[in-house]
């Protein structure tokens, strides 16, 4: 990620492709429009996609990303077009989390961060993961992410 104007960015307004892998996509960032006031940013992605690294199956999940911004915030299409680059990315479901927030840690540098991953049933046993990058920022509500303990059929 360069530091672009909001005039600059690459992706926005226009037909962008899927990156053939995480590695690959481009996370594209913006100044924090008020750096002075805490603030929480929450992205859900309900429809999270990967593939395990020993079958080849798909794997979803049901993503929460929640951050305190610093100097930038995310820029939400570069943000979605990185996650569906992990369509046919293979890597447990550890990793994608993991490997979600550390980006997002590198590439933005916020004051807190965290994910959870609620990653739904194989061979029957629902995986969440959570990955925390700093502490919360005292004065910062943050509410519940939300998502309810798997229940299967209830």
Not at 13 to 33: F, H, I, Q, R, Y
Not at 117 to 122: D, F, I, T
Request: with cysteine; hydrophobic share 40%; net charge negative.
């Amino acid at each position: 990620m360069s530091d672009l104007p909001h005039n600059d960015l690459r992706q926005l307004g226009g037909k962008s492709t899927l990156s053939a892998s995480p590695d690959e996509a481009v996370l594209e960032k913006v100044d924090n429009p008020a750096p002075d006031a805490p603030y929480l940013v929450r992205f859900a992605v309900p429809e999270f996609t990967s593939l395990c690294p020993v079958t080849g199956q798909p794997d979803f999940a049901h993503l929460v990303i929640d951050y305190a911004p610093g100097k930038w915030i995310v820029e939400s299409k570069s943000l979605k077009l990185y996650m569906g680059s992990f369509r046919n990315h293979g890597a447990f479901h550890e990793a994608c989390t993991v490997m979600i927030g550390q980006r997002l840690v590198d590439e933005l540098a916020p004051l807190w961060l965290r994910i959870g991953g609620y990653w739904y049933p194989r061979g029957g046993i629902p995986i969440d993961v959570f990955y925390q990058h700093g502490t919360v920022p005292e004065g910062l509500w943050v509410p519940d992410q939300g998502v309810a303990p798997y229940r299967g059929r209830g």
